[in-house]
């Protein structure tokens, strides 16, 4: 068929404008794009290739499209990133297919990085998700120093649940000398989401428990760029949910899309004192690669075999905790 449905990709730049990508087996394939709402512009290129671009939606609120071939195939998906101002990898993290056919619900679980820099705008955004639960993965220095802004009303809960890999002291300490090249950081990296998988199950264990505690959670993990801590988060939520790892692994990629090294190294100069640091030595801090997470979900099978026995063993999750999980999260 002309419309591959698990191509369709929607998201929001921080303009208010939406795009709207696909693939289609055939080049000449007609699709039609149409907002849920009714409302917007649609504007299709002279070469009637993807993205469409769709202008003219309310800012304020999170929007589905209805995506149509001239074959009769539709596909009604949700923008995947929101087009925050002040967290530019805000990210919906449902609407992926199951093992057994399912379908992750649009419009329940959010993914981010720090929330301090949320403008106005932002905020009637955010308001609008009606979240129940926010869980804070950065250490507790990094909340205290860079507060979330969150809505005034029907503030969601947050949990800090502050995540610091126990090779950090050494790290810090050896950057201090002086690191060249990109291996010292990318390897430690690597280790990094060895540690995600090894030595903080105890609090991504906390995070499902917190998920559970409350009835339909809509829920945000969020670390400070929302693409380590935050990235093994929703790896694990999704395989709990019986999302294939293929799949998983598309999603913790789309940060390259969102998420741009270039543009944080002074933030992440003056956060962890590395002036003296050259660029390129700092980078793959900043970048994601697959290796990264593949080499926590390595860990997973080493340790217990299997992720259906790491949800039991060390997650704590009963099946009668996921089968709750997938009667929620999933259509």
């Given at each position: ?56 939606l309310a800012r304020d609120s999170q929007h589905r499209f209805r995506v149509d071939d001239q074959r009769g195939n ?39 990085g720090q929330l301090s820099t949320l403008s106005d705008e932002d905020l009637a955004l955010l308001a609008s998700l ?202």
């Amino acid at each position: 068929m002309p419309l591959d449905p698990e191509s369709v990709h929607i998201w929001r730049n921080a303009d208010g404008v939406h795009h709207v990508a696909w693939e289609a087996s055939s080049a000449d394939a007609e699709i039609l794009v149409e907002p849920l709402s009714g409302e917007g512009h649609v504007e299709y290129p002279a070469s009637g290739q993807a993205p469409v671009k769709v202008t003219g939606l309310a800012r304020d609120s999170q929007h589905r499209f209805r995506v149509d071939d001239q074959r009769g195939n539709q596909v009604v998906a949700g923008e995947r990133r929101l087009g925050f101002q002040g967290a530019p990898n805000f990210r919906d993290f449902g609407g992926y297919v199951t093992e057994d056919g399912r379908r992750v619900r649009w419009g329940f679980l959010y993914r981010s990085g720090q929330l301090s820099t949320l403008s106005d705008e932002d905020l009637a955004l955010l308001a609008s998700l009606e979240l129940d639960l926010v869980c804070d993965f950065r250490r507790v220095e990094e909340q205290l120093n860079d507060p979330n802004r969150l809505p005034a009303q029907n503030t969601p809960r947050t949990v800090s649940l502050p995540i610091e890999p126990g090779s950090n002291a050494r790290f810090f300490e050896e950057a201090e000398q002086g690191w060249t090249g990109r291996d010292p950081m990318f390897n430690f990296m690597v280790h990094i989401n060895h540690d995600f998988a090894e030595s903080q199950s105890e609090t991504y264990a906390r995070m499902f428990r917190e998920i559970l505690a409350t009835d339909q959670a809509r829920f945000l993990v969020h670390c400070a760029a929302g693409k380590d801590r935050t990235g093994f988060a929703v790896a694990i939520i999704l395989l709990a949910l019986g999302v294939p790892r293929d799949t998983v692994m598309r999603d913790y990629m789309l940060t390259r899309q969102f998420f741009i090294p270039a543009h944080e190294l002074t933030r992440i100069r003056g956060k962890y004192d590395m002036q003296h640091v050259e660029e390129e030595a700092i980078l793959p801090m900043l970048e994601v690669h697959e290796v990264y997470l593949q080499r926590a979900l390595e860990t997973i099978d080493e340790l217990h075999g299997s992720v259906d026995r790491y949800l039991s063993e060390a997650m704590g999750l009963s099946e009668a905790d996921l089968e709750e999980l997938r009667r929620r999260y999933l259509d």
